[in-house]
Structures are given as C-alpha cells and as structure tokens.
C-alpha cells in the first residue's frame, strides 16, 4: 500500500486559525500606534498652552476722526470685529493674533486725503509700520500676518 501524500499548500494560502492570529497581532499594533499618537497631541496641546504670552501695541495715528474698521484674531481664540477712530492705542495680550484693517465703504471714513498710520509694537519693541492714504471712492485694505506685502509684522 502506498502512503498518501498531504497536498503542499502554496504561497498565500492561509487556514482560517492562521489568519485570525495574524489579524490579531495587527490589530493590537495598529491600537498601540493609534494610542502613542494621541498621546503626542494631547502633549503637543499641553506644550502650546504654554506657548510665552506676548504683549502688544497698535497705535493708529493721523488725520483725527479717520475711521477704520478692525478684525483682530487673537490666540487663545477670540475675534473681535470693530470700527476704530484715528487716535486710538490697543493693548493686546496674546500668543498668536492676525489683524485686518480696512477703510469703510462710500467715503465713511474720512475726507478725501486724509491719512492714517498704524504701527506695531510686541513686547515694547517696534516691529512695522503702515501708512495709508484716503482717495475718493476707494476701498484700500491692509493685511498683516507675518508675510503679506502690506504686513504690519507677524504678532
């Protein structure tokens, strides 16, 4: 009597034991993958509510009633949105913050030819400067964020 051979099994053909175990260790992997990145965010939030606050100082200075209107965007985040009149000081405490200044539509701002000057100081040192020009049926706008052409400076 001839012995019976067991069939070879090729590459890839798994029993449904094998794959089972090897779909267990790659779960657990992926598992603790998924738990060491979210322990580095939540460290990286912890770091970031440590971030140094800074103190800053925008002046708008020049044609006295000159009217502008702000969006100021601080981090811790907050938004504040409103029309400034030439003089005016702000005293910021921020980590982070972005602001816009645009003239107001339909000559709401001033007469034309007036002018106006905003400057930019953190932590007590002048960081930039911006002047502007009021011309009749202009809507002229400046940016800063750290990059822009028309920046005040990064806050």
């Known amino acids: 009597m001839a012995e019976s051979i067991p069939p070879r099994r090729r590459w890839f ?7 089972l175990i090897g779909m267990a260790i790659c779960a657990i992997a ?32 020049g044609t006295p009633g000159v009217r502008l209107e702000m ?15 030439v003089p005016v000081t702000l005293q910021i405490d921020a980590v982070k913050a972005v602001a816009w200044f645009e003239l107001l539509p339909e000559g709401k701002s001033g007469g034309n030819g007036d002018t106006y000057t905003i ?37």
């Open 119 to 155: 400057a930019l100081e953190k932590d007590g040192d002048p960081v930039m400067e911006c002047r502007g020009l009021i011309q009749k049926d202009s809507r002229d706008w400046h940016y800063q964020n750290g990059d822009a052409k028309w920046m005040l400076g990064e806050f």
């Open 30 to 61: 992926v598992a603790w993958f998924a738990d060491r990145t979210k322990i580095r965010r939540e460290h990286a939030a912890e770091l970031e509510k440590l971030k140094a606050v800074h103190s800053y100082v925008i002046t708008v200075s």
């Open 71 to 85: 969006t100021l965007v601080t981090q811790p985040a907050t938004i504040k949105r409103e029309i400034v009149t």
């Open 13 to 19: 053909q798994f029993s449904s034991r094998s794959l």
